[in-house]
């Protein structure tokens, strides 16, 4: 008897990659006890930012795509993220979880808060393995070193950083030795491409948007998952009705309105994002689900009075400042962000800045 010929899946078309603590889950960990009581949790008590677990499953929709966690929680808690993922309906293709038993074992103590010298050769080999031609979208936060991470990462695939710059970022992220030489091997293998379209960084201490400015209109510094999903709508990688459905978790499981929504949407606006023509489709995706059988969507009801509420908001803000253009990325102005406990200096100055 011959066995059917094996149906491989197509190669993936796009690549999401996120990160767990403060950007998929709302977790607390800046003190010992918030630590302990973190590791401890169950996978029902963790609870993820809301729309985020809405927002991933509308991206896999499509079928064509690649969902990769890269997260600093240790591995022996991947029986509980792993539960808490399946109890959102999330499914994955990657999870990748810090190995800091064995970073304490070794005395690399750098390594325990360290994030570049973890996070940036796990990329890397990842994309080694991807589809050259496979674009990728990646989310991270502003508690640790994502931004810069992240835009590093895509501006090494992209051929747009050279050795020298890269060996004097190491040095100053206290990266060791041996992780120094795994990302160097891990960039050599991966090929030469420019995917990532957009950086996702979720504020959650808060630091002013315009900090972000530095690193370009590629990383948008978002409030909520609902600003995700209109960026990643105007990039036509969600539909409409997708970016209602985020939106509408948000309403039903954390308190979101019209107001916070709409406001929102203006934000963004008026940091120079192109998003006016996603306008027009969002409202009728919302007058649609009047009619639709989708139960999340009516959680958006009355609809009728949200559409005009939504409508008149939004011709209210007038005229938006201009797009920001995209520069070369001085890595070397920006090591502060690489160093441990970069996010806590920027976050002090922030705070100053804005008072």
């Known amino acids: 008897m011959s066995l059917p010929d094996r149906i491989d899946p197509p190669p993936a078309r796009h690549i999401y990659r996120w990160d767990l603590d403060k950007t998929y889950l709302q977790t607390d960990f800046d003190s010992l006890r918030q630590l302990?009581?973190?590791?401890?949790?169950?996978?029902?008590q963790k609870t993820a930012v809301p729309g985020?677990?809405?927002?991933?499953?509308?991206?896999?929709?499509?079928?064509?795509?690649?969902?990769?966690?890269?997260?600093g929680s240790p591995t022996q808690m991947r029986r509980v993220l792993e539960e808490k993922l399946k109890l959102d309906g999330v499914e994955w293709?990657?999870?990748?979880?810090?190995?800091?038993?064995?970073?304490?074992?070794?005395?690399?103590?750098?390594a325990l808060r360290g994030q570049v010298g973890y996070k940036l050769p796990v990329l890397l080999e990842s994309r080694a393995h991807a589809p050259v031609e496979a674009e990728e979208v990646l989310f991270g936060d502003d508690a640790e070193a994502d931004a810069f991470i992240y835009s590093l990462y895509a501006d090494l695939v992209a051929g747009r950083v050279d050795e020298?710059?890269?060996?004097?970022?190491?040095v100053a992220a206290e990266v060791y030795t041996d992780d120094a030489t795994r990302?160097?091997?891990?960039?050599?293998?991966?090929?030469?491409?420019?995917?990532?379209?957009?950086?996702f960084i979720m504020l959650d201490r808060l630091t002013p948007p315009a900090y972000f400015s530095r690193y370009g209109p590629r990383v948008v510094?978002?409030?909520n998952y609902f600003q995700a999903a209109l960026v990643l709508l105007g990039d036509g990688l969600l539909t409409p009705t997708q970016a209602v459905r985020v939106a509408a978790e948000m309403v039903q499981t954390a308190g979101y309105n019209l107001i916070t929504l709409?406001?929102?949407?203006?934000?963004?606006?008026?940091?120079?994002?192109?998003?006016?023509?996603?306008?027009?489709?969002?409202?009728?995706?919302?007058e649609g689900a009047l009619e639709g059988p989708d139960k999340v969507l009516a959680a958006l009801r009355p609809v009728p009075d949200i559409v005009r509420a939504f409508t008149r908001r939004m011709a209210a803000l007038g005229a938006t400042p201009p797009m920001q253009r995209?520069?070369?990325?001085?890595?070397?102005?920006l090591l502060d962000d690489a160093r441990p406990g970069g996010s806590r200096r920027r976050l002090g100055r922030g705070v100053r800045s804005a008072q």
């Open 164 to 170: 020298r710059v890269l060996a004097q970022v190491l």
């Open 221 to 223: 510094p978002i409030f």
């Open 52 to 71: 985020a677990a809405a927002l991933i499953r509308e991206l896999g929709a499509s079928g064509d795509s690649r969902l990769c966690i890269i997260s």
């Open 93 to 110: 293709d990657e999870l990748v979880l810090k190995d800091n038993v064995s970073n304490l074992l070794r005395g690399r103590f750098r």
């Open 262 to 286: 709409s406001n929102s949407f203006q934000d963004l606006l008026r940091r120079g994002l192109p998003l006016q023509a996603v306008a027009a489709p969002l409202v009728h995706a919302l």
């Open 36 to 44: 302990v009581r973190t590791a401890l949790q169950k996978a029902s």
């Open 326 to 333: 995209a520069v070369p990325i001085d890595y070397l102005q």
């Open 183 to 199: 990302i160097l091997a891990a960039w050599h293998a991966a090929p030469r491409a420019d995917p990532v379209r957009r950086i």
